[in-house]
């Protein structure tokens, strides 16, 4: 299926590794062309190069920490200057600290809400004038986690800001949605990238096991006994992303193997 992403521009958060770095690929590979950040210049460098190199495709590469506001700032300004419109805009950012509600500080709760939540607020308003200038509308998607379906022990910050983060964005989908602008949210379960090994060493280190041992009960939880390939997200995010996928807003998609047993 010929997606319709030739020539479009597609903005990634968080794009040097893991989920981000799978999803530009994606979307390069259909034909895209890309705007990526991440907060070290060296590897998101090397992940335009290797994008560029293996699509073909045009690769701008920016600096910048989304937890930061003039850091999204500048990161839309370079997208401005480099395209001047955007189509996607695919949010992204790691792993808020992990800990319980008394491990927790007042500094690490705001630190979580700019990253989490305020870095969406951020992008939306700088990159939906971009979209604005096309005409014909855009997509945004927002990775979460399967904390906002079924909160994980251990990650307080995570399950309350993403919880936040899905109020926000359903109510974008209705005030962005007659201007053709979409907005939905994945809902990612266990995917094998850095930021999941990190907390599998983290709980077996707590839990006095090994991370193999983490990784297998997480498996035998899970409908398909195995965590998902990052590529396998980044189908269904270019899916969604393009025209194909016209209909769909105010959606929140979960994208686990099985993992989450609720019914909605």
């Known amino acids: 299926m010929d997606l319709g992403l030739q020539g479009r521009v597609a903005v ?20 895209a ?10 590897a998101i460098e090397r992940a335009a190069r290797s994008i560029g190199e293996a699509t073909g495709a045009e690769v701008l590469a920016v600096t910048a920490d ?51 939540v305020m870095s969406v607020v951020r992008m939306v308003r700088g990159f939906v004038p971009l979209m604005r200038k096309t005409g014909r509308g855009g997509s945004i998607l927002a990775l979460t986690s399967y ?10 910050l995570s399950n309350t800001m993403r919880a936040a983060l899905a109020g926000l964005l359903k109510t974008l989908s209705q005030e962005l949605g007659g201007e053709g602008i979409r907005v939905n949210v994945i809902v990612q379960g266990r995917f094998d990238t850095e930021r999941v090994r990190e907390l599998d060493r983290i709980r077996a280190q707590r839990e006095g096991i090994t991370p193999e041992q983490v990784v297998r009960r997480y498996a035998d939880q899970i409908a398909l006994r ?9 189908r269904v995010i270019a899916f969604l992303a393009s025209d194909a996928a016209s209909y769909v807003t105010g959606a929140a998609l979960t994208i686990d193997g099985g993992l989450v047993k609720g019914l909605l």
């Not at 904390?147 to 022990?153: D, R």
């Not at 195995?226 to 980044?234: I, T």
Request: proline share 3%; glycine share 8%.
């Open 12 to 31: 990634v958060a968080a794009a040097s590794e893991g989920l981000g770095y799978a999803a530009a690929r994606a979307l390069a590979a259909e034909g």
């Open 147 to 156: 904390s906002l379906k079924e909160p994980i022990s251990g990650l307080m």
């Open 66 to 116: 989304v937890s930061r506001a003039q850091d999204v700032a500048r990161l839309v300004e370079a997208v401005d200057r480099r395209y001047g419109q955007v189509d996607v805009l695919v949010t992204n950012a790691g792993g808020p600290r992990v800990g319980t509600f008394f491990e927790l500080s007042d500094a690490d709760w705001q630190a979580a809400f700019d990253l989490l």
């Open 226 to 234: 195995r965590y998902g390939h990052p590529d396998e997200l980044a």
């Open 33 to 42: 062309r890309l705007a990526i950040c991440s907060r070290r210049a060296d």
